[in-house]
């Protein structure tokens, strides 16, 4: 992992790691001044490094069902003073972490507040609703589902159709996403209203 100067394109921190992160979210937590990344891939941590320094500022960790991290999001519901981290393991079991501000480099990791399984293996990413936050959108290769952040219930799912995997997806609006799939085309769809 290394930060760069753009202006002449010189590496200005490098450290290496034992880790192969997947993917790198950057974050502003509440109680922190910088912003820091979480990093999540062939590991069962999320690992919160600091973006100035690389240094690794805490863990979060699975006490239940501890598994490779395939995807995570990080966010600030509504009118909270917490921050929350999702985590989806490869296995299909949901992780949920709170964040105070107060984390500090410490040799004790931070375990998740809640842990549920659900029927979701393999995610390739996992998206908040930022018009809504207490909507999560999952896209797997075979299907893509919208569940309710509060309890993980499933409000809807669709299945690729003969031939083809979704590869991603986002939110448009509350009640749209667009989902695509490995060979490019994109789809637009309405979400139910209940």
């Not at 992992?1 to 490098?14: K, N, P, Y």
């Not at 399984?117 to 393999?122: V, W």
């Not at 939110?171 to 490995?182: H, N």
């Amino acid at each position: 992992m290394c930060t760069w100067d753009i202006s002449d394109g010189r590496c200005l921190e490098s450290l290496r790691l034992q880790f192969i992160h997947t993917k790198v979210q950057s974050y502003q937590m509440i109680g922190h001044e910088s912003t820091a990344l979480f990093c999540n891939g062939y590991y069962s941590e999320i690992l919160i490094i600091s973006l100035q320094t690389l240094e690794t500022l805490f863990t979060l960790t699975s006490k239940i069902n501890p598994d490779w991290i395939a995807s995570m999001q990080v966010f600030r519901p509504d009118k909270r003073t917490e921050d929350v981290v999702v985590g989806l393991t490869i296995s299909g079991v949901v992780k949920v972490w709170t964040l105070s501000g107060n984390e500090t480099r410490s040799s004790e990791p931070i375990y998740e507040n809640e842990s549920k399984q659900i029927r979701c293996l393999n995610a390739l990413n996992m998206i908040c609703c930022p018009f809504n936050p207490r909507t999560i959108l999952v896209v797997c290769s075979k299907y893509w589902q919208i569940f309710d952040a509060g309890d993980f219930s499933l409000l809807c799912s669709v299945q690729s159709t003969l031939g083809e995997r979704w590869s991603g997806g986002d939110f448009i609006s509350t009640d749209r996403v667009v989902i695509w799939t490995d060979t490019g085309r994109g789809f637009v769809y309405q979400l139910p209203t209940k």
